[in-house]
């Protein structure tokens, strides 16, 4: 198989120096870049008696540039294994990027790469991307590049495109051995309005355009990006992150995911959408995607940052960008649920209990600290009434915190890492609403050294969010306004196998 130059170059360079990173420098079961830069989870797929996950990616910096494509594969989720780079931007379609895409098995057992390519020649206006979409085929290690690409490009898509924003394609392989496969587009000229376009191919390379699966009803910010779309559950779930979202008690402002469930025509294409919702509540989380495993759940994964923040980075890591803990997802009346892959339970050890620990004053508990660990608290009021807030507090040390608050009377759960030791100036801290039962709340907190990820009541809603506290901050307390009792349990996350 023929390298390109570009690719010899960054496989050479992620070896020579992402291979030297001691591992402390990194999460302990999160993915990282294996050197520089990542964005959005790629091609998340079973191929070959393992997950394989690619990534954009830039190796050379810790910031975005001309984006290639890394990749790792894991048997668990939570063990990663670098493989060389999968893409690099090498080819006339893809000379300035290879964005965000997707992977499948092909009939006769190839690994079929579906990606954005992005060429800036011809552009009218300077910095202003032409987008189409291309195929690249290989072993699960190295990728050739279909000689004929792009696959899809503008003609016959709808008339109104704009060919700036036409990107991200979600493939996937219906039971018949055919293909579908979602991308996004943007309607104006002025990157005002997303829709998903749905397409179908016989043999992963032809594709036809179907219809506009949905489009943006104006309520969900502007450009979509990442869609993902399947049945689960009985019920038909397309998630994709929409950019710049209005603050409405709907949704967070911003860009963020969001999933929407509703029924799905097979013979226009067409969804129709019942209810939907925001997939994460904190501040890190974007470009969802999901893969089917071998045994049936869907399980997704997220870029666990946010384009608003990427200032806030430790410069002493070599990399920036993580992906999230995947989750495995679910749907029940027509809202989402996520758990933490069950994978994690064998990497949990030291479990730890306390039942009706009454907590008033700031307490700490002996063995509740750490910063790789899985921690879930249930609290509920001693008294009706018995207190207004409670805290959670972990990353501590004599200076820095970060914390939980929750306010029972409203039901709001308040997240602040503005004191975790950070000095860059940017959003910190989130609040929303959450759902008490009989008075219990419940909260499953996952930490890994640089970001924290809380599973609230069983995974009605999720908050993430990353923070840079040195690691020596390991403590946790416990504070309340009155008195609210608590029970714990506790586990360090290691390795067992
Ligand atoms: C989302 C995104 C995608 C694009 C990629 C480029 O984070 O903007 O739409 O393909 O990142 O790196």
Request: aromatic share 12%; charged share 25%.
């Amino acid at each position: 198989m023929n390298q390109s130059s570009a690719l010899i170059k960054a496989r050479k360079y992620e070896e020579e120096k992402g291979d030297r990173v001691d591992p402390i420098l990194r999460p302990l079961y999160h993915l990282t870049p294996r050197i520089g830069w990542m964005n959005d989870p790629n091609g998340f797929s079973w191929y070959n008696g393992c997950y394989h996950l690619f990534y954009q990616y830039y190796p050379y910096a810790k910031k975005w540039g001309p984006m290639h494509w890394g990749h790792a594969v894991t048997k668990d989720f939570l063990h990663w294994e670098f493989k060389p780079a999968a893409l690099a931007p090498d080819s006339a379609p893809d000379k300035d990027g290879c964005f965000s895409g997707s992977a499948v098995e092909t009939g006769d057992g190839r690994h079929l790469l579906l990606y954005t390519g992005v060429n800036l020649d011809g552009s009218p206006e300077k910095g202003v991307f032409f987008q189409v979409q291309c195929v690249a085929i290989g072993d699960g290690v190295d990728y050739e590049k279909y000689e004929s690409n792009p696959v899809i490009d503008l003609s016959g898509i709808p008339a109104d495109t704009n060919p700036h924003d036409f990107r991200d394609p979600k493939i996937w392989r219906e039971e018949d051995g055919t293909y579908g496969c979602v991308a996004v587009n943007g309607v104006d000229k002025d990157f005002t309005h997303g829709r998903v376009l749905y397409f179908t191919s016989k043999d992963g390379i032809h594709y036809d355009y179907r219809s506009t699966l949905l489009e943006n009803d104006g309520t969900m910010g502007k450009m979509w990006e990442c869609p993902d779309f399947f049945e689960l559950d009985g019920t038909y779930v397309l998630l994709m992150s929409p950019q710049d979202v209005l603050q409405t008690p709907r949704f967070n402002c911003g860009n963020q995911t969001v999933c929407i469930v509703g029924d799905y025509d097979k013979e226009t294409c067409k969804m129709t959408p019942k209810a939907d919702m925001t997939v994460d509540y904190g501040i890190d989380f974007y470009a969802t995607q999901t893969v089917l495993t071998p045994d049936g759940r869907r399980v997704m994964i997220a870029w666990m940052q946010n384009w608003d923040t990427i200032k806030f980075t430790d410069p002493a890591l070599p990399w920036l960008g993580m992906m999230t803990l995947p989750r495995e997802i679910s749907i029940v009346n027509e809202r989402l649920i996520q758990k933490p892959v069950r994978e994690i339970e064998q990497f949990r050890t030291h479990q730890v209990i306390y039942n009706h620990v009454l907590v008033g004053d700031m307490i700490t508990l002996d063995a509740i600290r750490g910063r790789t660990i899985d921690l879930t608290i249930e609290l509920y009021p001693e008294t009706f009434g018995s207190y207004t807030k409670f805290e959670m507090r972990f990353a501590v040390n004599e200076n820095y915190y970060t914390s939980i608050v929750y306010r029972p009377r409203e039901n709001r759960l308040e997240f602040d890492r503005s004191n975790s030791g950070t000095r860059v100036a940017v959003m910190h801290d989130r609040h929303f609403f959450v759902r008490n039962r009989n008075g219990k709340l419940k909260l499953r907190l996952l930490l890994d050294r640089y970001s924290s990820e809380v599973f609230i009541n069983d995974g009605e809603q999720v908050m993430t969010n990353v923070l840079y506290t040195d690691l020596a901050a390991d403590q946790i307390c416990f504070y309340s306004d009155g008195k609210v009792l608590m029970d714990v349990e506790k586990y360090d996350l290691m390795d067992r196998t």
